[in-house]
């Protein structure tokens, strides 16, 4: 079975660029989540999404953003894009529950100059 | 809230060696406690979780890890360090309410593993 799948992996944007990034879950999987990681702050929940729901939020501004589509694929959004915001970030899947295990995919490492 | 701390945030072994990387929570209710191992340019992946059902939990890779309410304290361990295991690792608490999908993570801690 395959894993968690993210694209892009490397990104390289300007300030102010917007971003889209894209999270393929695990065959039958319904929830998926997003994480920020960076040596400063570590790693923090963005947001969490189920059946196109958005179940869990984390505490990060309105320029981010986040969308899960019918087939449980997500993309997540950050808008006028700020020096801080170069990150890994990371998406998870797991089945549906809330007491289900969380699936990590590789990340997409974002730089902004 | 509910948060955890790690102590050390690089911890230097030998190959053969106890690995000891220490975790600390605080939360006002019963936690949900997790260690993930990241290794370079991957995602993370969970080596075992605590969900109350037994105090001293098993994981894969040879680890474990106690949760002892008294100390607060979820201590990862394995008794033989070996050379696969040099990676990072993160202690995580899932926030009050959200079963196991909010995570809160520690600052991680670097283990090197040594010849």
């Known amino acids: 079975k395959a894993g968690v799948t993210q694209t892009p992996r490397y990104l390289i944007k300007t300030r102010g660029q917007q971003v889209t990034l894209s999270c393929s879950p695990i065959?039958?999987?319904?929830?998926v989540s997003w994480y920020q990681q960076t040596p400063g702050q570590g790693l923090q929940f963005l947001f969490e999404?189920?059946?196109?729901?958005?179940?869990n939020k984390g505490n990060f501004p309105g320029r981010f953003s986040g969308r899960q589509f019918s087939n449980s694929r997500s993309e997540m959004n950050v808008s006028t894009l700020e020096l801080g915001d170069s990150a890994l970030y990371l998406c998870?899947?797991?089945?549906?529950?809330?007491?289900?295990?969380?699936?990590f995919g590789p990340g997409t490492r974002l730089t902004v100059l | 809230a509910q948060s955890v701390t790690q102590l050390g945030s690089h911890v230097s072994v030998s190959e053969g060696a106890l690995v000891l990387l220490r975790c600390n929570y605080s939360?006002?209710?019963?936690?949900?406690l997790f260690w993930y191992v990241q290794y370079p340019n991957q995602g993370l992946q969970l080596l075992l979780k605590?969900?109350?059902?037994?105090?001293l939990v098993k994981g894969i890779n040879g680890f474990e890890a106690e949760f002892k309410k008294s100390e607060t304290s979820f201590h990862l361990t394995k008794p033989s360090a070996h050379m696969s295991d040099a990676a990072e690792y993160f202690c995580?608490?899932?926030?009050?309410?959200?079963?196991?999908?909010?995570?809160?993570f520690g600052t991680g801690t670097r283990l090197l593993v040594s010849p």
């Open positions: 065959s039958g999987h319904r929830s």
């Open positions: 605590y969900t109350s059902a037994a105090t």
């Open positions: 995580a608490v899932s926030d009050q309410g959200t079963g196991f999908q909010k995570l809160v």
């Open positions: 939360s006002s209710v019963p936690p949900y």
């Open positions: 999404y189920f059946s196109e729901t958005q179940r």
């Open positions: 998870a899947s797991s089945l549906a529950g809330e007491f289900d295990e969380q699936f």
